[in-house]
């Protein structure tokens, strides 16, 4: 989320969750229990506002992620419990004010602000589905007033800021600021199954400089350790949705030993990731190096659609043709093969058939709009914005083809596949349930350890029986140099691998989760 929130909202599973009661374990630690209650597939109209939110998903990424600017005796750790929607939305509950007023929250490691709704929020359907934040009825409420807005892809939310002690699990963070919306646009919020927001990212991305309900949490001295860690439960078949430490890592969470890697730059938590593999043969995409970022906030995993459209095809996940692509394979493949069996560096090849200008690091669109026709796949003018990009993709295709000592005719015809099962940019892409079987796994290099995700955890699977459908995991998000490439390791990945967050050591760790 961040500056700009990732809208975690694919909801598309057919549970909804309640909580139990707070309870106190052995260990001196809060947990609060979660169960699950079946949702009513016969309410039609969440069905129609939660399809406004699977089209409203990529937009919201896209403006999160680099695609605009954004203006006494305490516990040693933490716990708050998650709730698990649909392997999609995981949030816990959080009080505001004295005495506590109930919020469920995405905790959400991808922006640095907590907002709530207000009861101030008089014009916005969605406040009245959501619980609303009273000043008037917290002793500890204190003024502020300064005015806050946040940048979403399908517009913005804004109100205003406040100060209030906040409660996280057992918690009590005193004179907190966080930001009572007065206005949440569209249907997106009104089906969403959290009533705000709780960032865990750094104090870079905090909108109006906002310290971070976390950095309160240290320099109050409420825990002993400045780390925190990520437990998701993906078995949809348990009550427990997961769990958030604060404070410290729980060795029940997870399995062997975490891989640690160094935090690149503070804001979110982003580090650097090796290639991405699928069915252990590497793309080379990443080979020298991608941007990566852990994400509790995005529900699915996002990367650039030149690998996104290499793993969608692997596992037959449908998607849109472009004809940019095939016209850039009808008229230039062949040139582009000779270009790279002539050892002609990748990156200046679709610069020098005129389909890019080359900056001196990559192709850059011309900015020359060109006209495709349909139906026929050619294109007439001078080529332009969409073709570059399209070469630049068949380019890295058709090098991950020759490495692997593919004929010629091969490689073209695999590119044209490719051109057709691009990734819907508004929306999911669908995979048959009886070939997970056959799928490959996908896999992740990160420090120097390779992370696998197999069909089973990357595919969501919706409803039970002849009628349950399942949906790729991966989405495609292109952030441009010198930010991206990008990948955005969501709930997808996580789910599979437990992660530390070491605010002190600046790292992220994964391991394998329990």
Not at 157 to 181: K, P
Not at 224 to 237: D, H, M, Q, T
Not at 410 to 421: E, S, W
Request: hydrophobic share 35%; net charge negative; glycine share 10%.
């Amino acid at each position: 989320m961040g500056m700009s929130m990732n809208v975690v909202v694919l909801s598309l599973f057919v549970l909804s969750i309640l909580f139990s009661v707070m309870t106190a374990s052995d260990d001196g630690l809060v947990r609060i229990g979660l169960k699950k209650k079946k949702f009513d597939p016969n309410n039609r109209l969440a069905s129609r506002l939660e399809s406004e939110d699977q089209q409203a998903l990529i937009a919201s990424m896209q403006e999160k992620y680099g695609l605009h600017n954004n203006h006494g005796d305490h516990e040693d750790t933490d716990i708050v419990a998650l709730k698990n929607y649909m392997d999609a939305q995981y949030y816990g509950e959080i009080g505001v004010g004295t005495p506590p007023q109930k919020f469920t929250v995405i905790f959400d490691t991808g922006s640095s602000n907590l907002w709530v709704p207000s009861s101030k929020c008089y014009f916005s359907v969605a406040c009245y589905f959501h619980s609303k934040y009273k000043a008037s009825e917290s002793k500890t409420y204190k003024k502020n007033g300064k005015p806050a807005s946040i940048q979403y892809g399908t517009g913005a939310i804004s109100g205003f800021f406040s100060y209030d002690n906040v409660q996280v699990g057992n918690l009590v963070v005193e004179d907190q600021e966080f930001i009572e919306t007065t206005k949440e646009p569209g249907l997106i919020f009104l089906a969403a199954k959290f009533d705000g927001i709780l960032g865990l990212g750094f104090k870079e991305i905090s909108v109006g400089k906002a310290v971070p309900v976390w950095y309160n949490m240290l320099k109050q001295g409420l825990i002993k350790e400045p780390v925190f860690s990520f437990w998701l439960n993906r078995n949809v078949g348990e009550e427990m949705g997961g769990e958030i430490v604060f404070g410290g890592v729980d060795p029940d969470h997870y399995k062997g030993k975490h891989t640690y890697v160094p935090v690149t730059q503070k804001g979110y938590w982003q580090f650097d990731m090796g290639d991405v593999l699928i069915g252990d043969k590497p793309t080379g995409f990443c080979a020298g190096g991608c941007a990566a970022i852990a994400d509790s906030g995005t529900s699915l995993l996002a990367g650039p659609t030149t690998v996104i459209t290499m793993i969608n095809h692997a596992i037959g996940a449908t998607g849109v043709v472009s004809q940019e692509c095939k016209a850039v394979v009808q008229q230039y493949g062949q040139t582009i093969i000779d270009l790279l069996l002539a050892e002609t560096q990748p990156q200046k090849i679709c610069s020098q058939i005129g389909l890019c200008t080359f900056d001196g690091a990559h192709g850059v669109s011309t900015g020359i709009e060109s006209v495709v026709e349909e139906g026929n796949g050619k294109s007439s003018g001078v080529q332009g914005n969409a073709m570059c990009p399209a070469c630049e993709m068949a380019v890295v295709w058709m090098q991950n083809q020759l490495k692997q000592n593919q004929t010629q005719d091969i490689i073209l015809n695999y590119v044209n596949q490719l051109c057709d099962r691009m990734p819907s940019p508004m929306g999911e892409s669908a995979v048959e349930c009886g070939s997970l079987s056959s799928m490959p796994t996908v896999s992740f290099t990160i420090g120097d350890e390779v992370f696998d995700l197999s069909p089973e955890e990357y595919i969501l699977k919706v409803g039970e029986g002849p009628q349950a459908q399942c949906i790729s995991g991966f989405t495609a998000l292109d952030v441009p140099p010198p930010r991206g490439p990008l990948w955005i390791l969501g709930d997808v990945f996580m789910g599979r691998y437990h992660t530390v967050f070491d605010f002190g050591k600046e790292r992220v760790g994964f391991a394998e989760a329990a």
